[in-house]
């Protein structure tokens, strides 16, 4: 009941935030930070299998400039080449993933990192189409109308975007995936099809990868290489970090944490990666369950200080 009622109380706060909210750019925050929690759940979602990418925010940049490139030069409509951003970044993964679906640890984080770099020098080639260095613009929006409007259009499109992405972890196939990170020898022996699993995974986050990475594009009307490279990765993996990487609401809390709070005390963005920075070593030291094993772990706290008291001391 009390796990309820805070969930409906955030849902409330959330639907009444444009209300309180009287800068447009504090918006535009609340709705990139929106965004980016897809992202940075569906980076989850391919943790859950042990495999750690280091190339997802290539993938994001694989569903925008997708979406952006038929939208802009082309003219198709914004509804098609937003699940087209998806598709292509999930088949893409499916493509790369399949050969390497065997490859664990380290190398298989290298090999990811060598694809994401590959494919920064791949958007360099095309010059004009996809703006090369400099960054491709005037990209046609999603909606015309007010960040209040885009607010609440993303505020839906997050929620069945996570919505999707807890039903495919829990049920059956989350528990495979769940299993193969385990152990996955046993998870062989027992008729789980590991490299299959690996690869399923793989392409249901890159999907919702690109379906972020595509929206941003169309929301943003302009995107650079720069938004999805090596760096951009691993502020999503901070992000994951941070709020708890063995719990669905990790990215989120750990997301809107630290893309919000930067934005919200602007005086002190010049320190914010020693922020961040010092942020990761208390959760990683101190809460491992991240933030959002806070109240657990606030709880456990009080109960030995609690029973300490009632331990009679020796005379």
Known sequence: MVKLAISVGLIIIVALLPLFIKKVYLLHVFILTLIYIIAAASLRLITISGQFPLAHAAFMGIGAYAAAIPSKWFGWPVWLTIPLGGLVAMGIGILIGYPFARLRALYYAM????????????IFTFGIWTGSYSGLSGIPPILPGSKIIYYYFFLVVTSLCLLALYRFESCRIGTSLKAVAQSYMLASSVGINEAWYR???????????????????????TISYTSFNLNSTLWLFMYV?????????????????????????????????????????????????????????????YMKIREGRRIPHAS
């Open 111 to 122: 090999v990811s990192l060598f694809f994401g770099t590959g494919i920064l020098y791949f």
């Open 199 to 221: 690869v399923l995974a793989l392409a249901a986050g890159c999907f919702f990868a690109g379906i972020a990475g595509a929206f941003y594009a169309h929301y943003n009307l």
């Open 241 to 301: 970090l941070i709020g708890g990487i063995n719990s669905f609401a990790g990215p989120i809390i750990g997301t809107a944490l630290m893309v919000i709070v930067p934005e919200v005390f602007r005086v002190l963005k010049q320190f914010a990666p020693y922020i961040s920075a010092v942020i990761l070593l208390i959760v990683v030291y101190a809460m491992p369950e991240g933030l959002v094993g806070l109240p657990q772990l606030i709880r456990s706290w």
